[in-house]
Structure formats: structure tokens, C-alpha cells
């Protein structure tokens, strides 16, 4: 079983709607979660730390349910900028810091 | 700042060449990264490093080979290259066990004929 799963997509979606990417993680001992931005044949960049709480970043709101072991992105407004491939990354502190990668999903903004 | 740099950019291999590459960061992170990605895949981890002169394996370390002489500098070596080591690779690096973002190099795209 994948450590980090998520559903691949693409999400296609017209400017102004609001999307919602969810992961699920396996490991209940993971401590850290993010959802990073990869642009096409470009390197991963963090977008955003996911904290238990909940967090929002202007459009960009994440949310962590420990009991259920998922996180959720959601894209309010979205712009033709927010095409990419979202990955979700968990990572146990513990365990040497490894950085646990889901294999993205991918949103399609269209005019 | 340079960040963290890969080289080189692009390769193209035949089967059985051997190569290495060289992943370079100015941050005085501790923590480095090496990962293959591969199409429906995400990002899987091959070797790490948690400081100058340790290495260990990852998800997906057979065929390849690491060293982290200095603390700056984090190789990974192909000894034998082989069409599924054809990929896009990536290294990284953190700054340590309270590190809380990793960054990440502009990738290396690795073709094995």
C-alpha cells in the first residue's frame, strides 16, 4: 500500500470554480503534512503547510483529518495560473525526515 | 542565492554506461534528497542523506549508489544504466529535523537506450 495516495485526475475545471483534491495517508504516526505545486517538466514547490487547525493562503484553504488520515485542498476562484499538479506530502519527522509524495493531481483551469 | 543545483539538465545514456550527478546546495542544509519520478508515480525516494558522510537507502535505491563527501554536495552514481532507470530525477534538501519545507532542484531528465 502507497503511503500518500491521491486521486490523479485532471481535474478540468473553468475559471471562477471552486475544486477540492483530497489524500489520504496510511501511516497514523505521520506529523507533518503539505501540499506542494509542480508546474509541467518543472520542480516541486511547497505551496502551503497543512496545520491541524485548518489553514487558508488567500484562495488556497487546507484542511487535516487525523482521525480519518486525510488532507484537502481547496481552490476557491480559480485562475487560469492554478493549472498544475498538486502533490500531497507527508512526512514523519521521526523516520530520518523522509518526505512521503503522493503522485499528484493534476488541474486543468480553462477560460 | 543558487539554491540547490542539479547537474546536468539532460542525458542520454546507452545501456551499461555508467554516470553520475551531482546535486549541489549553498544552504547549510543537512538533510538531502534523491528521488525519481516517474509518469503516474509521484516522487519516489532513492537514497538520503542526514549529514556529511552518511547515506541511506530509500524506497528505491537497487542500481544506484550515493555519497555525501561533503556536506554541500550529494552524488548519485548509475554504475550500470538500464532503460528503467530512464526518469526525471530530483534532488532535495532540508535544513534538518525541524525543517518543514524542502527544496528542490530544477531535475535531471535521464534517458537509457
Known amino acids: 500500500r502507497k503511503e500518500v495516495e491521491q486521486d490523479p485526475g485532471p481535474f478540468n475545471v473553468p475559471e471562477g470554480a471552486t475544486v477540492a483534491f483530497n489524500c489520504t495517508y496510511s501511516?497514523?504516526?505521520?506529523?507533518?503534512f503539505f501540499w506542494y505545486r509542480q508546474d509541467c517538466r518543472k520542480e516541486p514547490k511547497l505551496l502551503m503547510s497543512?496545520?491541524?487547525s485548518g489553514n487558508e493562503d488567500g484562495r488556497f484553504t487546507a484542511q487535516l483529518n487525523r482521525a480519518s488520515q486525510y488532507i484537502s485542498l481547496l481552490i476557491r476562484d480559480s485562475k487560469l495560473s492554478d493549472s498544475a499538479t498538486y502533490l500531497c506530502v507527508v512526512n514523519m519527522v521521526g523516520n530520518f525526515n523522509k518526505f512521503y509524495f503522493g503522485s499528484g493531481t493534476k488541474l486543468n483551469v480553462k477560460p | 542565492n543558487a539554491g540547490v543545483t542539479q547537474t546536468p539538465k539532460f542525458r542520454v545514456l546507452k545501456t551499461g554506461q555508467s554516470m553520475t550527478l551531482l546535486c549541489a546546495q549553498d544552504m547549510n542544509h543537512e538533510y538531502m534528497y534523491w528521488y525519481r519520478q516517474d509518469p503516474g508515480m509521484g516522487l519516489r525516494l532513492i537514497h538520503y542523506?542526514?549529514?556529511?558522510?552518511?547515506?541511506a537507502k530509500g524506497e528505491v535505491p537497487d542500481g544506484y549508489n550515493v555519497s555525501r563527501l561533503k556536506k554541500q554536495n550529494f552524488l548519485l552514481g548509475l554504475e550500470s544504466a538500464a532503460p528503467s532507470q530512464t526518469s526525471v530525477y530530483f534532488c532535495?534538501?532540508?535544513?534538518?529535523?525541524?525543517?518543514?519545507?524542502?527544496?528542490f532542484g530544477q531535475g535531471t531528465r535521464l534517458t537509457v537506450v
Open positions: 501511516n497514523s504516526a505521520s506529523q507533518s
Open positions: 497543512v496545520y491541524s
Open positions: 542523506s542526514v549529514g556529511e558522510g552518511t547515506t
Open positions: 532535495a534538501s532540508l535544513v534538518g529535523a525541524a525543517g518543514t519545507e524542502a527544496f
